[in-house]
């Protein structure tokens, strides 16, 4: 029994080591494979052909990288810089699909990097960054690369995601900062000219009022110093209303109604 036992263990362990060594070698051959689809999509976006090769595989790909216990192994595998080629703009300057770049944001945002250097040595971040300044990129996928932004930033510069640990101090400091930044930004508009009807670019019609990005940051002082916490009742006046139900209450127990008297159509309980 004991032999047997021995027998099983060690080929349970090499079915482990093969499933590694099986999964080690689909991650690199997929990764490959997307590093080529890239490469073909550009070269046919060269040629002034649809580039449909990274579209057909993106499902695939995706399944494949949604799998937690995969992702940490696709991560070593420098996945990172594949992405940052299928989010890179293609030779006429055009965005990849819009599923592409909506797929790949997502899992982005699941994805769990430790080691943030793999992030400066794939150039994922300027991949993000230039998804989230484009002026054609969907307003959903700038607010998932914003998220992604923020995510990878507060690590890189040793500061805390929970704002509840967030001192005084850095409070005032960074309101400070969002004023300085709308006052130089209030000055440049300023300074530019609006433009008049005759002008170059100036539209006879109607325009959309668009929302205030203002940050309130100067807060008003009390009008009032008087500490309310120890204030006591019956320390404070009386005002007139006070007074008034005071002798209403008084009024009203001193004249108490008295009850009339039952009348009889036999003549009982009368007062004689």
Not at 133 to 148: D, F, Q, T, W, Y
Not at 209 to 234: C, F, H, I, L, T
Not at 238 to 254: H, L, N, P, Q
Request: overall charge positive; charged content about 35%.
């Amino acid at each position: 029994m004991m032999e047997q036992k021995k027998s099983e263990r060690r080929r349970r362990r090499k079915k482990d080591i093969d499933l590694i060594n099986d999964n080690d070698d689909a991650i690199a051959k997929m990764i490959a494979d997307m590093r080529l689809a890239a490469r073909e999509d550009r070269e046919r976006n060269a040629d002034r052909q649809p580039a449909t090769k990274k579209i057909s595989m993106l499902p695939v790909c995706m399944t494949q990288l949604r799998k937690s216990d995969l992702q940490a192994a696709f991560v070593e595998a420098n996945v990172l810089s594949v992405l940052t080629d299928w989010l890179a703009p293609m030779p006429d300057k055009s965005l990849p699909s819009v599923q592409i770049r909506k797929a790949i944001l997502s899992l982005l945002f699941t994805l769990r990097i430790d080691d943030h250097t793999r992030l400066k040595e794939s150039g994922i971040g300027k991949a993000v960054m230039y998804l989230y300044k484009h002026p054609r990129e969907l307003r959903e996928n700038k607010v998932m690369a914003g998220k992604i932004i923020n995510n990878w930033a507060r690590p890189i510069f040793n500061l805390s995601t929970d704002y509840k640990n967030i001192s005084k101090e850095e409070r005032m400091e960074r309101d400070e900062a969002i004023s300085h930044r709308r006052r130089i930004q209030e000055q440049n508009n300023d300074t530019e000219e609006a433009s008049r009807p005759g002008d170059a670019g100036w539209c006879y019609r109607a325009r959309v009022p668009q929302a205030s990005a203002q940050a309130y940051v100067q807060r008003p002082k009390w009008s009032s110093e008087v500490d309310m916490s120890n204030a006591r009742k019956g320390m404070r006046e009386k005002s007139r209303f006070d007074k008034y139900i005071k002798v209403a209450s008084e009024k009203k127990k001193g004249s108490k109604t008295k009850r009339a008297v039952d009348i009889s159509i036999e003549g009982r309980k009368m007062a004689l």
